[in-house]
């Protein structure tokens, strides 16, 4: 695959998309599904890096990218994921915050979150399906689940914990 078009499918992926892993959905069908360019592992792995790092989810374009073509790969993900960012201000100044505030505008965002949603469930299966292996991770998965939907426990110490969880079922 050449960096252009990998650029321009992150692009695309990330245009489509309006917070952190809601461009997965897309990624997944374009690099596992129709190129196979990307195995289900590397794309869990890309996620499982923006989780664990700094900064914003959608970060794993660039591990996308990385895994894809190597570094120059990683250059043309980091290169989409901040190419909309450019368009930003122009938009802004054109727009301005009439626009935000118009009920039409804000009932069209909240339609395209909610099937953003449903995009990024239906990725979420395969992703899944790779990523446990047998009961125990299963229960560590749905235990994750069921404390990050029910309580206010933070992220951090759900994924911190069942990262130790997973390391005692494997010792």
């Known amino acids: 695959m050449s960096l252009v078009t990998l650029y321009l499918l992150l692009l695309k992926a990330i ?15 374009d690099f596992v599904v129709e190129r196979k360019v990307l195995t289900e592992r590397q794309l869990n792995t890309s996620v499982a890096m923006a989780r664990a790092t700094p900064g914003p989810l959608g970060l ?41 505030a118009d009920p039409t505008i804000q009932r069209s965002i909240r339609a395209v979150t909610l099937a953003a949603a449903g995009l990024l469930l239906s990725a979420t ?12 991770l299963a229960a560590i998965a749905l235990a994750s689940f069921g404390v990050l939907s029910f309580t206010k426990v933070d992220t951090m110490w759900v994924v911190g914990g069942a990262a130790l969880l997973g390391l005692l079922g494997f010792v």
């Open 125 to 136: 299966v395969p992703l899944a399906r790779d990523a446990i292996h047998g009961p125990w």
């Open 60 to 100: 794993y374009v660039v591990c996308v990218g990385y895994f894809v073509r190597g570094y120059p790969g990683a250059v043309a993900g980091a290169l989409a994921m901040t190419t909309p960012a450019f368009f930003i201000i122009p938009l802004l100044h054109f727009f301005g915050r009439r626009a935000a």
């Open 15 to 29: 245009l489509a998309s309006f917070s952190g892993l809601s461009s997965l959905p897309v990624v997944h069908r």
